[in-house]
């Protein structure tokens, strides 16, 4: 078998607050099969995280992942399929999740990060990147860990509607709790209560904004705040955290687009009145303990207990355009791009 | 008995920015004998404590407690010992703490936050209000639930020389941590290793301020932060946080003073990255265990791996100066006012 073009997404420009499509750049690459120690991947579907954007930054490099280079393919997590191989490890049909590139072809030689899966047959192969993939298992171990749910208890969710949101939520419902999310639009309430399942959901851009939702849909306060905003929300919502409250980390989506750096929480003192815990944490850092927490969110897929919400797009050369829609709030749960057949 | 003259502090004035000492006002009123079911503290020692500046502050009712009252005498700690007794569950001689008033004697009913001591002969009466009270309990529990400390652990403590920390650092070194203090003068720097007994200090006033410092005495970063300050100082702190770093809040003073909001830490997405915690907590949380931990800590006293390490001023007249004089960084260790014979 040969290999055609193969095509990719280049980092153009680096974004200045949110991207815009034109800091991505679609090109075609000749490319070459697999040498001795390596394999070929043809990527099936590309996930889009919000979380990548800090590593757009020029020097964005923390000790956990290095800045993204300028014209070079935009790092991202990608689901793809063993194709051809001469490395002993990974055989053709094998399925593999990696942190590599915006791409349709990949070679690899096993160095980058990367995890074979087991495809469950019931279930679509993208489950993997958004319920089933570190998104979803952000959700499983942060309210499982940290956010530690008791049932009857409030637990709010910031940005409910996205990928790792609209699976916290569910989450949070199967282990008892009145769930409220949080989110930018009516509309997007709606699907909230309607496909998500929450018990409320706020509008924080409706008159009162984020304040008066709260006075309303939390008017106990909250138990439980699993938040991938980081400032001026989480700054709001400390303000109404009962005792003992849990603050759990899981992104800082308000610090990823600025080029300013974004004040903490004005309500720091709020933390000790209310002798509450905030604390962040790295998925990663449970991959040991995935085989378990994936039996068991997959046997809930398959009871119906939850739901794989996806918002899907078709062909490599939508990547940029969809990565920017979801800084506009534009996408419903798991943002991924499906890779259409090439070559 | 007769009861004469009662010295009292008055709040004159509610302090704008760090009080001063025209915020005070010492005055002299009549005292009547305690009737049915109250009893007549004189007091022995005021305990001059940061955190009671918030609520001083117009409308700082939290919850926790109400603000005080212009012209009322000032809240505080006090400790007092029972003079005059026609209530049947105090008894004459007994030594009382209790959040009442900076005055000489004080009636009570038994209605106010108080909790009947049992002063160890061997230990001043004193220690019951610093090493051995809430402050010097708030670092015992702050470190042993929150901090953790393990050995060989960097342990920062921030206002090291002030009244919790300068017990906070003694714990986490009997913990087993290397300590590194905090304070604001090259003087106190001494002092905190020559008396506290730190591993190194930092004066954050000196020539590259706080960051130069912890790059210097903390080259591996911070393990457990213990806090009492917030801001800007918690902010530099977390670019220095180590995996798994714990912050414990036990105060902060950066917003005691403050008319305006002090924004969080810039640095929130450091808790993330490296999978930290911040939590806060008041120690009366804790009343339960206070006399397990009482013990243990009476005995390091006595065995003179703890110090009870106090700054004591003499008279009610000068309770005012001292605590403006605290928020000028001025005390070594628990600041106590001890009051002179009277009536």
Known sequence: MTVGTNRRVLLAARPQGAPR??????VAAEMRPPDDG?????NRYISLDAGFRQWMNEGAGDGYLEAMQLGEPVM?????QVEQSKHPDYAVGDWLM???RWEEWSLADGSDYMSKLEV?????????????????????????????????ETVLISTAAGAVGSVAAQIAKLRGGRVVG??????????????????AAINYRAEGGLEAGLVEQCPDGVD?????VGGATLDTVMAHLRERARVVLSGALSTYNSSEPVPGPYNMFKLITQRALMQGFM???YVEEYPAALAEMAAWLKSGELRNLEDVVVGIENTGPAFCRMFQGGNRGKLVVRLEESA
């Open 120 to 152: 469950d047959p019931e279930l679509s192969p993208s489950c993997y990147l958004g319920v089933l993939g570190p998104t979803g298992l952000t959700g499983y171990f942060g309210l499982r860990d940290i956010g530690k749910v008791q049932p009857g």
């Open 98 to 100: 990696c942190r590599s």
């Open 224 to 228: 439980v705040f699993f938040d991938n």
């Open 283 to 285: 998925v990663t850092d």
């Open 38 to 42: 390596e394999f070929l991947l043809r």
């Open 76 to 80: 991202g997590l990608v689901l793809g």
């Open 21 to 26: 499509e034109s800091d991505f750049q679609c």
């Open 182 to 199: 949080m989110t930018s639009t009516d509309e997007k309430c709606r699907w909230l209560v309607d496909s998500v399942g929450v018990d």
